[in-house]
Each structure stands twice: as structure tokens, then as C-alpha cells.
């Protein structure tokens, strides 16, 4: 039957006509507690075969960067606003913030390359049927 595998069949692998259970890639040694966790979750939100070893360098610089990114979130988040009165409080908050907006670049694009965004779940079917429609979906309120 050709089109797309379900779920179950995707967990499955062949070896020489024997059934064996894909194994999902481990986070290496090395990662903080955060890392570990944005790792599983990333590892296990996508099919078992999804991610190789040949993907562990961009998995780890993906969990840094965001791992990083919250970090930076966090110092701005406790950020007191009298601070900001000053010239070191506002070039402190720049360089946060300047900081976090060139994480959220590398996360989205070691994203992108894993095909890890909402637009890589898009499939084949939706894709076609937008495009007869002319590329747009009706909205709520529009009539039919």
C-alpha cells in the first residue's frame, strides 16, 4: 500500500526480515538537567527514526541555543524598571535583549533544519488542496 506510514509502522524497523524496535537517539553526556529535558522532548515528539547520530552536533547546539535563550529570558524578565532610568540599565537591557534575539535566530534556524517548525508538519494533502483553492483557506466568517 503506498502513501504515508501510520504511527505504528514508522516504530518499526526491518533487519534481514526480523522485526526490530527503532531506538530514538540518547542525549549525550554533558547537558544540564534543562538541555536533557528540551532534548527528550524534541527526540520524542518526532517519529522514532526522525533523528540518527549523524544529528546529535545540531540536536546539542539546538537545546544550547535555547537553553541560552531562557536564561537571557529570565535576566530580562527580572529586570527592574527603575533600572532602565540609567544609561548602564538601558544598555544592560539592550544587550539582553540583543542577545536573545540572536538566539531566537539560531534556534529558528537549527529548527528549520531538522525540520522541526509548524511549517515541516504541513503535509502533501492540505499543501494540494490550499492550492486549489487558491492558495487560501476560507476564513470563519466568510460565507461559502
Not at 32 to 41: E, F, I, P, V, Y
Not at 74 to 102: F, N, V
Not at 106 to 124: D, E, G, K, W
Request: net charge positive; proline share 5%; glycine share 6%.
Amino acid at each position: 500500500m503506498a502513501g504515508r506510514k501510520s504511527a505504528a509502522e514508522l516504530s518499526v524497523v526491518s533487519s534481514h526480515g526480523n522485526l526490530a524496535t527503532s531506538t530514538r537517539v540518547p542525549p549525550p553526556a554533558g547537558l544540564t538537567d534543562a538541555q536533557r529535558g528540551l532534548w527528550l522532548a524534541t527526540v520524542n515528539s518526532k517519529p522514532a527514526e526522525w533523528f540518527g547520530d549523524e544529528h546529535v552536533p545540531m540536536l546539542v547546539e539546538y537545546v544550547r541555543h535555547v537553553s541560552t535563550a531562557d536564561m537571557l529570558t529570565r535576566e530580562i524578565e527580572k529586570s527592574d524598571p527603575e533600572w532602565m532610568k540609567t544609561d548602564d540599565g538601558m544598555s544592560r537591557m539592550k544587550d539582553l535583549t540583543t542577545m536573545r534575539a540572536r538566539e531566537a535566530q539560531c534556534i529558528n534556524t537549527l529548527a528549520r533544519s531538522m525540520r522541526l517548525t509548524q511549517q515541516s508538519v504541513y503535509n502533501a494533502q492540505k499543501a494540494h488542496t490550499l492550492s486549489a483553492k487558491g492558495g487560501r483557506s476560507k476564513k470563519p466568517w466568510q460565507d461559502d
